[in-house]
């Protein structure tokens, strides 16, 4: 599994992990599946899309910057 950090693209209206400065996974799509650290613990969840992009089982404000790994 590769970490990185959730990033939004505003160019393509949805979320992308970047892995370093050059690396990015290519954009993600509703029903993608990954693991994000929260509270110092991975935790499944998947990506989808209402009026916002949220994380299922996930409460955030904001995603950009939240560390994950898929």
Partial sequence: MKQGA???????DRYDIRFD??????GLHCGECFDV??????KPTR?????NWYLVGI???DL?????RI
Avoid: H
Avoid at 21 to 26: E, K, Q, V
Avoid at 37 to 42: D, H, L, S, V
Avoid at 64 to 68: D, N, T, Y
């Fill in 21 to 26: 400065l050059a690396n990015y996974y290519g």
């Fill in 6 to 12: 959730l990033i939004y693209d505003e160019q393509t």
């Fill in 47 to 51: 990506i989808e899309m209402a009026e």
């Fill in 37 to 42: 650290m929260i509270g110092g613990r991975w």
């Fill in 64 to 68: 950009s910057g939240l560390r994950v």
């Fill in 59 to 61: 409460r955030a404000d």
